[in-house]
């Protein structure tokens, strides 16, 4: 069993629900995606230390930006915290835009924003 966390939800007691422990100490491998995220895991579960990690979602940093087709469009959707990341999105459609002016982004969801 891969176990992957892409929110603080699973883990938003001080201590996680005894199924939520039973799935996290229970899985072959625990992948986060992000630090933060894991940190908080092995805090609740430190049993998952040796077999967990982060797998940041999106592309490597180092592979340059690919060309967009004008009508290129990119949609975020989740809840509007600041911990999802959307301000990553926004900096990356600003980037993508000097090159290619017609690139939109969407957003959606809802949270604090």
Known sequence: VLLALH?????????PTSLARQVLEGAAR???????????ARRQVPAIEPVSSVIHPG????????????????????????????????????????????VRLRIAGSGRA
């Open 59 to 102: 592309a490597e940093r180092e592979r340059p930006i690919a060309a967009a087709p004008d009508a290129a469009r990119l949609l975020c959707i989740g809840a509007l915290e600041p911990h999802k990341g959307f301000d990553l999105a926004i900096r990356a459609v600003a980037l993508l835009r000097m090159r290619h002016p017609a």
């Open 30 to 40: 625990v992948v986060a995606c992000s630090a933060a995220l894991l940190a908080e």
């Open 7 to 15: 929110s603080f939800n699973t883990l938003s007691s001080a201590a």
